[in-house]
Each structure stands twice: as C-alpha cells, then as structure tokens.
C-alpha cells in the first residue's frame, strides 16, 4: 500500500481488477484513491484504503476493469485533425473512381465556386490504382467547384479550376524544396508535393471561423478520449490556432492536456523566422497543466515523397529529396530560439536530414551548455544509423516517433525508398536498447491518431498494405504503452506531475475491458476503453460508471 504523507479523505476511490502504474518498478494495483485530481493513494485492496473514505467519498466499483495510466501522442496535429472532420472524407475509398465520386457528392451540396476540400489521413496506395489523381481526373467530379484533395501534410491535389485559381501554369518554375508535378507536355498535372509548392492554393482555402473551429476541437477531444488519450503534443500552431484552444479551453470543449509547438513555416525566409520567434513575446512552459507552450517547430525537410536522402530514391536515380533549411541556416534559427527561452522539435525524415539537424544541435549546445535532456528534439527520425543515434543520445536529444505514418505510408515509402530502405524506418528497439530519450505519439492527421493502433505497430510492425517492415524493430507491449504515458509525460516535461499512476502524480487513467497488455495483440485495436479520466473526472465513460457513482445518494462533491 502507499498513502501519501498526512493523507485526508479521497473524493473518488475507484477499485479495479488491476492497476498498471508504470512506474519503474513496474508495480500493480488493486485499487486508487484521488483527490483534488491527484493520486492520494494506491492499494492491493479497497480495504487497504478504507481509512481514506469519508463521507463525501465516491466509490467505483470496477473490480471488471483494468487501469491505465492516460496515453500522450507527442506529435498530433490536432486542431488540424479537428478540421478535417467536416471535409470529405475520402479514407474509405478503394479507387480513383470512388474519390472522384464522393467529390462529386459533396460538388452538389455545394454553392458554385466554392472549394471543395479533403481530409488528409487518406493514402493513394488503399486505392486500387495506387497513385494519386491528376488534375483532368478529379475534373469529372466538377468544373465549376476548385478541388483541393490534401494527402498527408505534404501533398496538395488540385483540380484545373484550382490551378487556375492559384496562377500555376507551365511557366511557373518549381519553388525551392518543393516540386509541381506536370504531364510529359510541360502542364502542371495538379500534384504538389511540400508546402512551398502548394502555399498559393492553401492561401486561397476557406478559413473555418473561429467559432466552427473551437467546436471542432472540442469534439475531437472527445473523440480521443474515448480512445484513452489524456494529452496531446500539436507540432503546428499558428497564431489563430493558439487563440482557438484558448477559446476551447475557456468553454471547457479542451478535454486533453495540449502542448502546442509555435510554427516557424519553411516557407520564411531566415531573417523572418527570427522574427518570427521574437515576436511571440512568451517562451516554452507559458500556460497550465490544461494548455501550455512546448516549443518552436521547425522543419529540415519533407515527407516520403521528398525527404532528404543520402542515396536516390528508388523510383527516380535523379532525386534525393529537399532538404529545406541546410545546417547553418538550423544553427542561426535554433540559436536564437533557445537564447529566448524555447524549446525546440525539428522535423527530420530522412538521413540527411537527420545529421543537419544534429550538427545543428551540437553547435547550439557548445553555446548554451547545460540545456535540459530533451530540450532539443527531432521529430520523427525515420532513418538514423548507429553513429546517428549515438549523437542524438550524447547530445541528450529527444525523438519522437510514430509507427502510424509506418502503417499508413509504407506502400508509398516502398515505392519511393525500396523495401530495404522502408526496414529501416523507426528503428525503435534500437533506440530504447542504446537508452534514448523517445516518446511515441501518431502524427495526425497525416496518419491515423488512433493510441491502441498506433502501440499494436510499434509491437508488430504491421502495416496497412506494406506487410511487416523491419520487425527486428519492434518493441514489447509494456515498453509501447510506456512509451505512450510515461515516456509522454518526459517529453512534456511533466515527469513529476503526470505519466505513471503514483501518489502526487495527475489522476488521469483509462480503464479497460480487458488487460491491454496481455490480451492477444491483434485484438488491441478493437479494444474499447471503459471510461477515460482526466484529473479525476470523467471525459468519458462509456455506461457512466463513474457518473452513476457520483450521482448516489451521499455522493460527495465533483473533485476539481
């Protein structure tokens, strides 16, 4: 039993079937005691606890159930997942024909002229044709609507009207770092491939008022929540964005923790990105345990269709990727963040990518000695060798990666980069062995958000269509949950208040139907949680168990 010192009455005493505590003594549990949000205590017994019931104490049967600590995605879009939700979606299309049908379907429903827009976490490889519409193709969904079909966060489609829209014709030279796809004649085919290159019809896009927006995030929150997830990592906020999580966070629509990383676009030129960061006039840490400030977001390179590769891709012997801000160009923007007092998460794909980074970082922190583990962080890594890995260790460098853009993109990373090539990606064994700082999380809405799927892959390394890449990578179940909460929790820089269910820690727990860690793996995706707390309070509850319980007579109050 552990009770914390000089421990009162709880306001909720829930007892379960078992207790998972992640702590580093892996420690388990029969029953937990919280108040005010917090763990007060754990027990092998609700009897152990009894001295801590009182009055106003709610007790939770759940004897049926095993808890969890609540799971942390260190790297979700989520606001920009928040606004897919009411774009067509396009995830269950198995061909070209079936895309250009549900643009059609939402064409007809639509005022004339007017954009038309998808979601992102569809990919070309589910489709039948396995490769991306053209221009003249998604033309026989309409000719009177422009189209932009989003895949991913690095691909743009467009229709000819949204060409014409956004003034890209033959003339039009492709940006740096980016690439127009065009037919043998010179024409723009509509492909466009990283953000320099579709920046002119993103600008063009409807903006969701701010009133849609706060609604849509408060309605993913709750979607996520009734997948167990607590806290979530948004590697992409601008300004407006901030002010929409304020704004949810005011209207109690914000039911996960979420850190926001401040965007710094590529598409800046330098002297703009340091204006960028000066003129936020915060730093890293500005906010609460419901909504804080992370860090600066910056970019190296692309996605799978442009990551910076030491070697051509295996569909072009021409190409190597783009790499969008070389070493220096890194060195003066990270300096100038962390002398402001920001934590900084670059994206980094590819292996080139990945040591312009690094040198990046080695440099910054020859000028700036004794940053925190985990100040600087890569986010992704898909390819580091040994000699790479070691530096990001040495440096105290933290990684985040996201088996679901493996599950999701291995067709594509097999077309691009060669089946070797894709083995490679997020060699996570290798990085928790060698004793990296790592944390998992999705990358929604490029790949799917869903937390039970995103830990069955980094078990497995299985994948939607590319069969099982590098399985010498995958890690066991306890590690991949850890890596979702406590390992979250690290990189948050909340180890002391969150992650692991321990006395003084943040009461927020997800509850299961089965124990997630030793039902067969295949059934972990479909496995649907209980209820979901978040200090305490219930976010979701799937038969109002703890509702129910707060709701007898001589219920106590509702814990803050």
Same mark, same amino acid.
């Given at each position: 039993?552990?009770?914390?010192?000089?421990?009162? *009455?709880?306001?909720?005493?829930?007892?379960?079937?078992?207790?998972?505590? +992640?702590?580093?003594?892996?420690?388990?549990?029969?029953?937990?005691?919280? /108040?005010?949000?917090?763990?007060?205590? $754990?027990?092998?017994?609700?009897?152990? $606890?009894?001295?801590?019931?009182?009055?106003?104490?709610?007790?939770?049967?759940?004897?049926?159930?095993?808890?969890?600590?609540?799971?942390?995605?260190?790297?979700?879009?989520?606001?920009?997942?928040?606004? &897919?939700?009411?774009?067509?979606?396009?995830?269950?299309?198995?061909?070209?024909?079936?895309?250009?049908? @549900?643009?059609?379907?939402?064409?007809?429903?639509?005022?004339?002229?007017?954009?038309?827009?998808?979601?992102?976490?569809?990919?070309?490889?589910?489709?039948?044709?396995?490769?991306?519409?053209?221009?003249? #193709?998604?033309?026989?969904?309409?000719?009177?609507?422009?189209?932009?079909?989003? /895949?991913?966060?690095?691909?743009?489609?467009?229709?000819?009207?949204?060409?014409?829209?956004?003034?890209?014709?033959?003339?039009?030279? &492709?940006?740096?770092?980016?690439?127009?796809?065009?037919?043998?004649?010179? /024409?723009?085919?509509?492909?466009?491939?990283?953000?320099?290159?579709?920046?002119?019809? #993103?600008?063009?896009?409807?903006?969701?008022?701010?009133?849609?927006?706060?609604?849509?995030?408060?309605?993913?929150?709750?979607?996520?929540?009734?997948?167990?997830?607590?806290?979530?990592?948004? =590697?992409?906020?601008?300004?407006?964005?901030?002010?929409?999580?304020?704004?949810?966070?005011?209207?109690?629509?914000?039911?996960?923790?979420?850190?926001?990383?401040?965007?710094?676009?590529?598409?800046?030129?330098?002297?703009?990105?340091?204006?960028?960061?000066?003129?936020?006039?915060? /730093? *890293?840490?500005?906010?609460?345990?419901?909504?804080?400030?992370?860090?600066?977001? @910056?970019?190296?390179?692309?996605?799978?269709?442009?990551?910076?590769?030491?070697?051509?891709?295996?569909?072009?012997?021409?190409?190597?990727?783009?790499?969008?801000?070389?070493?220096?160009? $890194?060195?003066?923007?990270?300096?100038?963040?962390?002398?402001?007092?920001?934590?900084?998460?670059?994206?980094?794909?590819?292996?080139?990518?990945?040591?312009?980074?690094?040198?990046?970082?080695?440099?910054?922190?020859?000028?700036?000695?004794?940053?925190?583990?985990?100040?600087?962080?890569?986010?992704?890594?898909?390819?580091?060798?040994?000699?790479?890995?070691?530096?990001?260790?040495?440096?105290?460098?933290?990684?985040?990666?996201?088996?679901? @853009?493996?599950?999701? @993109?291995?067709?594509?990373?097999?077309?691009?980069?060669? &089946?070797?090539?894709?083995? #490679?990606?997020?060699?996570?064994?290798?990085?928790?062995? #060698?004793?990296?700082?790592?944390?998992?999380?999705?990358?929604?809405?490029?790949?799917?958000?869903?937390?039970?799927?995103?830990?069955?892959?980094?078990?497995?390394?299985?994948?939607?269509?590319?069969?099982? =890449?590098?399985?010498?990578?995958?890690?066991?179940?306890?590690?991949?949950?850890?890596?979702?909460?406590?390992?979250?929790?690290?990189?948050?820089? &909340?180890?002391?208040?969150?992650?692991?269910?321990?006395?003084?820690?943040?009461?927020?727990?997800?509850? +299961? =139907?089965?124990?997630?860690?030793?039902?067969?793996?295949?059934?972990? =995706?479909?496995?649907?949680?209980?209820?979901?707390?978040?200090?305490?309070?219930?976010?979701?509850?799937?038969?109002?168990?703890? *509702?129910?319980?707060?709701?007898?007579?001589?219920?106590?109050?509702?814990?803050?």
């Amino acid at each position: 039993m552990r009770v914390a010192v000089n421990a009162t *009455s709880a306001d909720l005493m829930i007892t379960a079937a078992k207790i998972h505590t +992640f702590d580093d003594e892996r420690s388990e549990f029969h029953a937990v005691a919280i /108040r005010d949000g917090r763990i007060l205590a $754990l027990g092998d017994s609700a009897e152990d $606890l009894r001295s801590l019931v009182g009055p106003q104490t709610v007790e939770v049967d759940a004897r049926d159930l095993v808890l969890t600590p609540g799971l942390f995605d260190t790297h979700n879009h989520q606001l920009h997942t928040a606004r &897919d939700l009411d774009a067509v979606n396009l995830d269950g299309a198995a061909t070209l024909g079936e895309v250009v049908a @549900l643009l059609a379907d939402r064409a007809r429903e639509t005022p004339e002229g007017e954009w038309i827009v998808t979601g992102s976490t569809w990919h070309e490889t589910n489709l039948a044709e396995r490769r991306l519409p053209t221009a003249r #193709e998604l033309d026989a969904a309409t000719t009177s609507h422009p189209i932009c079909v989003r /895949r991913g966060g690095h691909v743009r489609v467009v229709n000819t009207l949204g060409l014409e829209r956004a003034g890209i014709t033959a003339d039009t030279p &492709d940006p740096a770092g980016a690439t127009i796809a065009r037919d043998p004649d010179g /024409r723009p085919n509509g492909q466009l491939i990283e953000p320099a290159a579709y920046q002119p019809v #993103e600008a063009l896009l409807p903006k969701p008022s701010f009133e849609a927006d706060v609604d849509a995030l408060g309605r993913l929150c709750r979607l996520y929540n009734r997948r167990g997830l607590v806290a979530v990592r948004d =590697p992409f906020v601008t300004r407006h964005d901030l002010l929409v999580y304020q704004g949810a966070r005011d209207a109690g629509k914000l039911t996960t923790r979420s850190r926001v990383m401040i965007a710094v676009p590529p598409t800046l030129p330098r002297a703009q990105r340091i204006a960028e960061i000066d003129s936020w006039g915060v /730093r *890293s840490g500005f906010g609460d345990d419901l909504l804080q400030i992370d860090g600066i977001k @910056l970019m190296a390179d692309g996605g799978v269709e442009a990551a910076a590769l030491s070697t051509p891709y295996a569909n072009d012997s021409t190409f190597r990727g783009h790499l969008m801000m070389s070493a220096d160009e $890194l060195t003066e923007v990270i300096r100038a963040a962390v002398a402001r007092g920001w934590r900084v998460g670059t994206h980094a794909v590819g292996d080139v990518a990945v040591r312009a980074v690094l040198d990046a970082y080695e440099r910054v922190e020859q000028e700036f000695p004794g940053l925190p583990q985990g100040w600087l962080a890569i986010e992704h890594a898909c390819f580091a060798d040994p000699e790479q890995r070691q530096r990001a260790i040495d440096l105290g460098v933290a990684i985040t990666v996201q088996h679901p @853009l493996l599950y999701a @993109l291995g067709g594509n990373m097999r077309i691009y980069w060669g &089946d070797e090539r894709t083995a #490679e990606v997020f060699p996570l064994r290798e990085w928790i062995d #060698e004793g990296a700082l790592v944390a998992a999380g999705s990358d929604s809405g490029p790949a799917p958000w869903d937390p039970l799927l995103s830990i069955w892959g980094m078990t497995t390394r299985g994948t939607r269509v590319a069969g099982t =890449p590098g399985p010498e990578h995958a890690i066991d179940r306890w590690t991949a949950f850890w890596l979702y909460s406590v390992a979250g929790a690290h990189l948050f820089g &909340d180890g002391q208040v969150g992650g692991a269910v321990a006395i003084g820690k943040l009461a927020d727990l997800v509850a +299961f =139907p089965v124990d997630p860690l030793t039902c067969p793996i295949d059934d972990l =995706p479909d496995v649907q949680p209980a209820f979901t707390l978040l200090a305490g309070e219930p976010v979701f509850d799937r038969e109002g168990r703890v *509702s129910t319980a707060r709701q007898q007579p001589g219920a106590g109050p509702r814990s803050s």
